[in-house]
């Protein structure tokens, strides 16, 4: 059985054509979202923290873990949205010096810290207030860095000292210390 070459009524309209570009575009842009919401999900699992009243009308947060085994989160520093990447190793909250140029904060000159990266000069600064899910703390020291990269803040001590942690598992409860 023999068939016929195709015809030019075989082939799809220009417009069909237009439509199916489009549709693939579509989802070619759909599956890109999709696949940087999951990405992003991995690094913070908590984008939005929010306190609830736990035992005895406590507030406390709850965070889950990273892939990384790291707690982050968002949070806001003088009302303005920030991700906090807690530290427990750090004595400040340390902030890279192109987020505190944003958040408009007053650099005081701080001195020489040791890094990871090394010998660095530091600026200091205090925080008017420093919110992660409703657990508000104000005039917390800061510590700002140079040579910090990326825009993750590292919540140390400096804010952590107020609140007790208890980890079980994946999560990290916090809530403001008893008598505090």
């Known amino acids: 059985m023999k068939t016929a070459p195709p015809s030019a009524e075989d082939l799809p309209s220009r417009v069909g054509r237009v439509m199916l570009l489009g549709a693939w575009i579509v989802g070619l842009i759909l599956l ?15 984008p939005h923290p929010t306190a609830i009243l736990g ?24 009302g303005q949205r920030v991700r906090f990447l807690l530290d427990t190793g750090a004595t400040d909250v340390a902030l890279p010096l192109h987020v505190a140029e944003r958040l408009g904060l007053p650099l005081q000159p701080g001195g020489l810290s040791k890094t990871a990266n090394g010998t660095v000069r530091t600026w200091s600064t205090r925080l008017e207030s420093v919110d992660l899910g409703g657990l508000v703390a104000r005039n917390v020291r800061a510590t700002v860095l ?7 803040i590292l919540l140390g001590m400096s804010y ?21």
């Open 32 to 46: 890109a979202m999709l696949f940087e919401g999951l990405t992003s999900r991995q690094h913070n699992p908590n």
């Open 55 to 78: 035992h005895a009308s406590i507030p406390e947060v709850q965070l889950e873990r990273n892939r990384a085994g790291h707690y982050v989160a968002n949070g806001r520093i003088n």
């Open 146 to 152: 140079p040579n910090m990269p990326g825009e993750d």
């Open 160 to 180: 952590l000292k107020h609140l007790e942690m208890i980890q079980r598992g994946r999560t990290l409860t916090l809530r403001p210390q008893a008598g505090g």
